[in-house]
């Protein structure tokens, strides 16, 4: 029996594959999942289980939270990456990292081939193929929902029929949680008319009344929650288990997918959303004119090539170090409100504000320069278009 490695979920479509392989074409299957965040021991335990019941050979869960955070979700809070000004890449950037520790994995144990549960119709079949081919194209990529052309009913039904009993009602709406946000798919989003019911996001309302909180932020990571310093990706479980109380972060992200075709997907990321906005308001306070300028087209470019599976290009390397250098004085505290279904910010305290009021108050004092400097200044400023509109008069 020749080894083979499957990225399981536990959900209905790697249930089938590992079913089938193993089955069907005799492959010994070992059954591995990348915890991104999301997971608990009981469950990563109960998915363990499953996959031994259903045929696999072996199961292991590999913490990659860490990892997560420092090779991807660091970079983008550093850019505020909102894909289409809208969606925290919740997904794409765990699917970057998983596809990663699966390839190691398979070589570890020396396995000829890698199976995922992709379909043929989304994004995820080409992040965890280019990163298989690019990383380990010895290895063959064996996908047979995709292959197969099956539809949801097609694999419950083999799997019924194999002896597999599992609550499969639970799944009707496909839920993938992790560290930067929980994506949310079902019959609403497959069309443009419908919103998502409240029952299909993960959390829901329990808190009514305001809250304020505040994010301390050094060097732009998230570094303590209500004064509290841990490590960043603990403070962002931290704050997701206070903003979900609020049902704070769900909407429903439209978007141009790698094969060409428009796609609709739910999502609750609470924790994403507060921390962008809040570290896109200190950046406003802290860092200059052109810095800002500069890196909005640069992380919605880094935002586009990490969400098409671009991750292992030279170039995300080089827009990563131009992001870290930007952060050198995005130091200090972000004060936000939190109300039902909704977050404001309220302000910033930084030893690096430049809202200096030394040089000045914005429409009220003018400390650092004279009115005869403000006449001259406008006056130069206003050469270009006094000499554009002379020759177009002109003419």
């Given at each position: 029996?020749e080894?083979?490695v499957?990225?399981?979920?536990g959900?209905?479509d790697?249930?089938y594959?590992a079913k089938y392989?193993?089955?069907?074409?005799?492959?010994?299957v070992?059954a591995?999942?990348?915890?991104?965040?999301?997971?608990?021991?009981?469950?990563?335990?109960?998915?363990?289980?499953n996959?031994?019941?259903?045929?696999?050979?072996?199961?292991?869960n590999i913490?990659a939270v860490?990892?997560?955070?420092?090779?991807?979700v660091?970079?983008?809070?550093f850019?505020n990456?909102?894909k289409?000004?809208?969606?925290?890449?919740?997904?794409?950037?765990?699917?970057?990292?998983?596809?990663?520790?699966?390839v190691n994995?398979?070589r570890?144990?020396?396995a000829?081939?890698i199976a995922?549960?992709s379909?043929g119709?989304?994004n995820d079949?080409?992040?965890?193929?280019m990163?298989?081919q690019?990383?380990?194209?010895e290895?063959?990529?064996i996908?047979?929902?995709r292959?197969?052309?099956l539809?949801?009913q097609?694999?419950i039904e083999?799997l019924e029929?194999?002896?597999?009993e599992?609550?499969?009602e639970?799944?009707?709406?496909s839920?993938?949680?992790?560290?930067?946000?929980?994506?949310?798919g079902g019959?609403?989003?497959?069309?443009?008319?419908k919103?998502?019911?409240?029952a299909?996001y993960?959390s829901q309302?329990?808190?009514k009344?305001?809250?304020q909180?505040?994010?301390?932020?050094?060097k732009?990571e998230l570094?303590?929650?209500n004064?509290?310093?841990?490590?960043?990706?603990?403070?962002?479980?931290?704050?997701?288990?206070?903003?979900?109380?609020y049902?704070?972060?769900?909407?429903?992200?439209?978007?141009?997918?790698?094969?060409?075709?428009?796609g609709?997907v739910g999502?609750?990321?609470?924790?994403?959303?507060i921390?962008?906005?809040a570290?896109?308001l200190?950046?406003?306070h802290?860092?200059?004119?052109?810095?800002?300028?500069?890196?909005?087209?640069?992380?919605n470019?880094?935002?586009?090539h990490?969400h098409?599976?671009?991750?292992?290009?030279?170039?995300?390397r080089?827009?990563e170090?131009f992001?870290e250098n930007?952060?050198?004085?995005?130091t200090?505290t972000?004060?936000?409100?939190?109300?039902?279904?909704?977050?404001?910010l309220?302000?910033?305290?930084?030893p690096?504000?430049?809202?200096?009021?030394?040089?000045?108050?914005?429409g009220?004092e003018n400390?650092?320069w004279?009115?005869?400097?403000?006449?001259?200044?406008?006056?130069?400023?206003?050469?270009a278009?006094?000499?554009y509109?002379h020759?177009?008069?002109?003419?």
């Amino acid at each position: 029996m020749e080894k083979l490695v499957i990225a399981y979920s536990g959900g209905l479509d790697t249930s089938y594959c590992a079913k089938y392989l193993s089955k069907e074409q005799g492959f010994e299957v070992h059954a591995v999942s990348v915890n991104t965040g999301g997971f608990t021991k009981e469950e990563i335990q109960k998915i363990g289980d499953n996959a031994r019941k259903i045929g696999a050979t072996s199961y292991k869960n590999i913490d990659a939270v860490l990892s997560f955070y420092n090779k991807v979700v660091k970079y983008l809070i550093f850019g505020n990456v909102l894909k289409n000004n809208t969606y925290p890449l919740s997904v794409s950037a765990e699917r970057i990292i998983q596809a990663i520790e699966i390839v190691n994995y398979a070589r570890e144990i020396g396995a000829g081939y890698i199976a995922h549960g992709s379909t043929g119709a989304g994004n995820d079949q080409v992040r965890f193929d280019m990163i298989f081919q690019t990383l380990a194209p010895e290895i063959e990529i064996i996908t047979p929902i995709r292959d197969k052309k099956l539809i949801r009913q097609e694999e419950i039904e083999y799997l019924e029929a194999n002896g597999v009993e599992m609550n499969w009602e639970k799944a009707k709406y496909s839920v993938n949680k992790g560290l930067w946000g929980t994506s949310v798919g079902g019959a609403e989003t497959l069309t443009s008319e419908k919103p998502l019911p409240d029952a299909a996001y993960p959390s829901q309302l329990q808190e009514k009344e305001p809250k304020q909180i505040s994010l301390g932020f050094t060097k732009g990571e998230l570094t303590a929650v209500n004064g509290e310093e841990h490590s960043p990706e603990n403070n962002i479980e931290i704050l997701e288990e206070i903003a979900c109380k609020y049902a704070i972060g769900r909407d429903i992200h439209v978007g141009d997918t790698i094969i060409g075709i428009k796609g609709r997907v739910g999502f609750e990321a609470a924790a994403a959303l507060i921390t962008i906005k809040a570290h896109h308001l200190l950046e406003k306070h802290t860092l200059s004119k052109w810095q800002l300028q500069h890196k909005d087209y640069l992380a919605n470019w880094y935002g586009t090539h990490l969400h098409e599976g671009q991750y292992l290009d030279p170039v995300m390397r080089d827009m990563e170090a131009f992001l870290e250098n930007s952060q050198e004085q995005v130091t200090g505290t972000v004060y936000v409100s939190l109300h039902p279904f909704r977050f404001v910010l309220d302000g910033i305290s930084s030893p690096n504000d430049l809202m200096n009021t030394g040089f000045g108050k914005y429409g009220e004092e003018n400390n650092a320069w004279t009115a005869s400097d403000a006449k001259g200044f406008i006056k130069i400023l206003s050469n270009a278009g006094k000499i554009y509109q002379h020759v177009k008069q002109n003419q």
